[in-house]
T-cell receptor
């Protein structure tokens, strides 16, 4: 099976702009989670989508939003970008919700730089 | 709030040495996973342990889940430069509707 893909891999934006990141999960995986990773804060959970519904949400402002489509592909959007939004944004897919192991498979990430 | 404390945060050792990374919590987990992440890439799942006391080996890496399912350790024997990376542990909550609980990571550097 093909792995998790994320586009774009690199992105440079300026403060105040908005950005949309895309994630295609492993075929058959219905759960998609998004994370923000920075050197100082580590891996921070943004939100999880399962069957087009947001199931869990981390402690991020409303500028961060996401959605999931019927084919399980997911997008996340960040509006009114701030310098502190510069980070590696990771998408992870899981086989199904409710599994005991909660194993997640990550994409390569999108490196976002806000100038 | 469930927390997973990982130690040490940073470790730099010579090739051939042994090391152990710890992941501790006061909470019980349904499973414990270990991931390795290389710069500019996403974390890659190394192993999942689900039974208290379980030990799994992956070549020179030995993973153990505590008897009470509250802690885990990763032991590397005769470390190699290829083992360099960020090691992350993640605990599966008892309620499967909730998210994984992540440790802050251990940055490991193996010097040739």
């Amino acid at each position: 099976k093909a792995g998790v893909t994320q586009t774009p891999r690199y992105l440079i934006k300026t403060r105040g702009q908005q950005v949309t990141l895309s994630c295609s999960p492993i075929s058959g995986h219905r759960s998609v989670s998004w994370y923000q990773q920075t050197p100082g804060q580590g891996l921070q959970f943004l939100f999880e989508y399962f069957s087009e519904t947001q199931r869990n949400k981390g402690n991020f402002p409303g500028r961060f939003s996401g959605r999931q489509f019927s084919n399980s592909r997911s997008e996340m959007n960040v509006s009114t970008l701030e310098l502190g939004d510069s980070a590696l944004y990771l998408c992870a897919s899981s086989e199904r919700s409710g599994t005991t192991s909660h194993e997640q498979f990550f994409g390569p990430g999108t490196r976002l730089t806000v100038l | 709030t469930q927390l997973l404390e990982q130690s040490p945060q940073f470790l730099s050792i010579q090739e051939g040495e042994n090391l152990t990374v710890y992941c501790n919590s006061s909470s019980v987990f349904s499973s414990l996973q270990w991931y390795r992440q290389e710069p500019g890439e996403g974390p890659v799942l190394l192993v999942t342990v689900v039974t208290g006391g379980e030990v799994k080996k992956l070549k020179r890496l030995t993973f153990q889940f505590g008897d009470a399912r509250k802690d885990s350790s990763l032991h590397i024997t005769a470390a190699q430069p290829g083992d360099t990376g960020l090691y992350l542990c993640a605990g599966g909550p008892m309620d499967s509707n909730y998210q994984l609980i992540w440790g802050a990571g251990t940055k490991l550097i193996i010097k040739p």
